[in-house]
């Protein structure tokens, strides 16, 4: 704006310019300031129009305020007064009503105390009458605290036959009911009169006695239990043979839950919800005693801690020996192949540690530890409030009663890690021998004219035996439903069968069966190349059993409910990761071992074979051809016949080499190597195309498009048809050389999405390459 500019000063003006200008100024800023003036004049006539309608309106509201102030003395005011009275009144009826209920009711209360008072007295007399003095007692259990210990109670209540105070003589009563009724339940209990020791077992809450009650009927039932469970362990006598044990603890396990099942009710309905925990937690004191008792003479009887000792002392030395390079000779000197009978040198070590008596040992540990898991189970639903939402938030929790008793200490010292110790041994126990006694497919070659003497698929006998195994222990591991078996046992077969498993059948690969030619530029032996495809299989194979394995496993506990299996916290969810990590943790190591081993067949076996393939293929084949050749050809070659010469000299060498390996291969080894073998073939093709530069005439490139086309139809026959992609290249550069040269330009002025939107094909090749393949093509035309 122009204020923000100097503004020439008259007083300081040096010439008559300087004046004239600061009175051009002066004269600019009074105009200006005499045109706003104007303007608020102008806007005046308004401004006065609106303060007299305002002081109009203060007027009219002055005249209301007055007439408020009229409606408030002569009207509201006394309204008040008389509702403030009315009010007051009110309330201090009120408060004389609350007096006289007050009053009315301890008048009752104390009347109802002295009745009661009364009524225990005449019934402890001579009638005896147990129940009406219990519900005497239970009556006056109601009455208010302090009115039972109030001055006006102990006035009123006391007569001359009780004349005690109320507080005084109903707690003498109930301490002589409450030994009379322990006297009566004892006795009851002893006799085995079942409706005596109900009918006193009600008694105890109406006396205030709850504890008392629940401590006596747990002693009762706890009598039973011991009785029942040291009938269970006589019966046999001395013969304690197969599963006895297991089945001593589960009896003992069922005889406690049909207890708490059948007794519950009872208990529940006169002592109110949650009591039947405290009769619980008794009957769990003697479970401790007799299950300890039981698992006691289980370990002693069967010798657990010295097959323990002997199971950590194996030393395992085939398998150890196995993997020293130094053992190569005498592992091939061990072999027996077609006997199934150990080799001589091995019988002290089977001797060592009877594999049967530690399979018995699992399996009877197995059923005790799935037998106490149904029992946590069933009491910590039996323990559990309905108010408590910890089932709905994070499955059942193991009750204290349960995790810190001594027979859960004895289950983790006796059952749980020798379990997990002697299944570990026992797993890996079997791998050895698995391998010990492993014995080829029979009848197995790579003519192809001759049938197999064996049934797909081509494995070695360990993998059966091996599976079968992993099988039985994922299936024993699982049924215990304890999470630090699972914790323990699965990794460890994991660590087996990527360890000692997959170690087993790597070596074999480097040691014994690599196919390697003995001389330089001959082909691998066929025996070496044979059980080279055995282990293949053997690695795809047991990964497939092991996926199936975890697989059912997972179906299994879906359909029983793997949380009702592994109900507390989130012990399921954790089993099932275990799972996972077994299955993806074997199958990572294998399928690198499988293609590795895949590499090495192509490299040593395959592509040797496809080398004189491709050579007799395009035996004397001539793409220079001219139309004047062709024709000659045709009339000395008869003509068509000679047209698909290529394809079949292909497609019957190719057969030869190929179709032997498939017959062994397993599908899915067979797939990935036909992928390998392709693609090599693919790259040969190609740069066979590209030696033909400049010497291939346009007659030519129509023979080889249709050589080409054949050979990728022959190749991939019986294969994925996705493997025809892996020829993309060599099939576009038999396009490109086949080109008319209309349809070349046109090709060559597009780019990017607009040459596969107008040629109809997604090019592996870049112009450069197109141009380089359209060159190969001598005497081609010039645009």
């Known amino acids: 704006m122009e204020s923000n ?389 994070a499955g059942l929790a193991v009750p204290t009663f349960i995790a810190t008793s001594t027979l859960q200490r004895k289950i983790s010292d006796l059952l749980i890690d020798p379990f997990n110790t002697m299944s570990t041994f026992f797993f890996r126990r079997s791998v050895e021998k698995a391998f010990q006694l492993d014995e080829p497919p029979p009848g197995l070659h790579l003519n192809p004219s001759r049938p197999l003497g064996a049934n797909s698929p081509f494995i070695t006998s360990a993998v059966d035996d091996v599976m079968y195994i992993v099988n039985q222990v994922l299936q024993r591991t699982l049924s215990t439903s304890q999470r630090s078996i699972v914790a323990s046992v699965l990794p460890s077969v994991g660590r087996v069968l990527g360890g000692d498993f997959f170690g087993m059948v790597q070596r074999k690969m480097r040691d014994e069966s690599y196919p390697k030619a003995a001389i330089a530029g001959a082909l691998p032996p066929e025996s070496l190349i044979v059980q080279f495809l055995v282990l293949i299989n053997n690695l795809d194979v047991a990964t497939e059993y092991v996926k199936r394995i975890v697989s059912q496993q997972q179906a299994l506990d879906t359909q029983d409910g793997m949380s009702d299996r592994f109900p507390f916290g989130h012990e399921a969810a954790f089993v099932e990761r275990t799972l996972r990590n077994l299955d993806q943790g074997f199958e990572a190591k294998t399928s690198e071992l499988v293609n590795e081993a895949l590499e090495v067949m192509v490299k040593q076996v395959m592509r040797p074979r496809l080398r004189p393939v491709l050579g007799e293929t395009f035996q004397d084949v001539d793409y220079s051809v001219t139309p004047e050749d062709d024709d000659r050809e045709g009339e000395d070659d008869g003509g068509a016949a000679n047209e698909d010469l290529v394809v079949q000299r292909f497609e019957r060498g190719w057969q030869a080499f190929t179709l032997p390996v498939k017959r062994i291969l397993t599908p899915t080894s067979w797939d990935k190597l036909l992928t390998l073998v392709v693609t090599h073939l693919a790259r040969v093709l190609e740069k066979r195309i590209w030696s033909l530069y400049g010497r291939l005439t346009p007659l030519g490139a129509v023979r080889l498009e249709r050589d080409i086309s054949g050979i990728v139809s022959a190749a991939c026959r019986g294969g994925r048809y996705d493997l025809r992609e892996v020829f993309g290249r060599c099939v576009q550069m038999c396009l490109v050389v086949n080109m008319e040269e209309d349809e070349w330009e046109e090709i060559e002025k597009l780019k990017g999405q607009e040459l596969e939107r107008v040629s109809g094909v997604q090019w592996k ?10 060159g190969i093509v001598k005497d081609t035309p010039s645009t």
């Open 5 to 393: 500019v100097s503004q020439p000063d008259v007083y300081s003006a040096s010439s008559v310019q300087e004046i004239k200008a600061s009175l051009n100024d002066l004269g600019k800023r009074d105009a200006v300031i005499t045109a706003r003036l104007n303007e608020l004049l102008s806007t005046q006539r308004d401004l006065h129009t609106t303060l007299s309608r305002l002081d109009l309106a203060r007027a009219h509201l002055g005249s209301h305020v007055l007439a408020a102030r009229s409606l408030h003395n002569t009207t509201l005011r006394p309204a008040a007064s008389t509702a403030h009275r009315i009010s007051s009144a009110v309330k201090k009826l009120d408060t004389e009503q609350a007096n006289v209920r007050s009053t009315l009711d301890v008048v009752e209360q104390v009347a109802e105390l002295k009745a009661c008072v009364l009524g225990v007295h005449g019934s402890m007399g001579a009638p005896q009458d147990w129940e009406t003095a219990a519900n005497y007692l239970y009556r006056a259990g109601k009455v208010d605290k302090a009115v039972l210990e109030g001055d006006f109670a102990e006035q009123i209540v006391p007569t001359a036959e009780v004349p005690d105070p109320p507080r005084q003589t109903l707690e003498a009563a109930a301490e002589s009911l409450c030994g009379l009724f322990l006297r009566e339940f004892e006795k009851a209990a002893r006799e085995g009169d079942g409706s005596g020791v109900t009918r006193f077992f009600k008694l105890f809450p109406l006396i205030g006695r709850k504890d008392v009650g629940l401590d006596a009927y747990g002693r009762y039932v706890c009598s039973g239990v011991a009785a029942r469970a040291r009938s269970n362990l006589n019966t046999a006598g001395g013969k304690r043979e197969g599963v006895f044990y297991a089945t001593t603890l589960t009896k003992l396990f069922e005889h406690i839950a049909q207890i708490v099942d059948g007794h519950e009710p009872l208990v529940e309905r006169h002592y109110g919800q949650g009591s039947m925990v405290k009769v619980i937690e008794r009957i769990q004191v003697e479970a401790d005693v007799q299950g300890g008792i039981i698992l006691d003479t289980w370990a002693e009887e069967r010798r657990v801690s010295r097959k323990l000792t002997d199971v950590k002392s194996y030393p395992f030395n085939f398998l150890v020996q196995s993997f020293l390079p130094s053992q190569k000779s005498n592992l091939s000197s061990t072999s027996r192949s077609g006997s199934p009978a150990p080799a001589s040198g091995r019988t002290s070590e089977d001797e060592g540690v009877d594999m049967k008596e530690i399979d018995a040992l699992l399996n009877e540990s197995g059923i005790m530890l799935s037998r106490w898991s149904f029992y946590t189970r069933f009491i910590a639903s039996k323990s559990t409030l309905p108010s408590d939402d910890s089932e709905i938030t």
């Open 765 to 774: 090749l870049d112009a450069e390459e197109r141009k380089r393949v359209r």
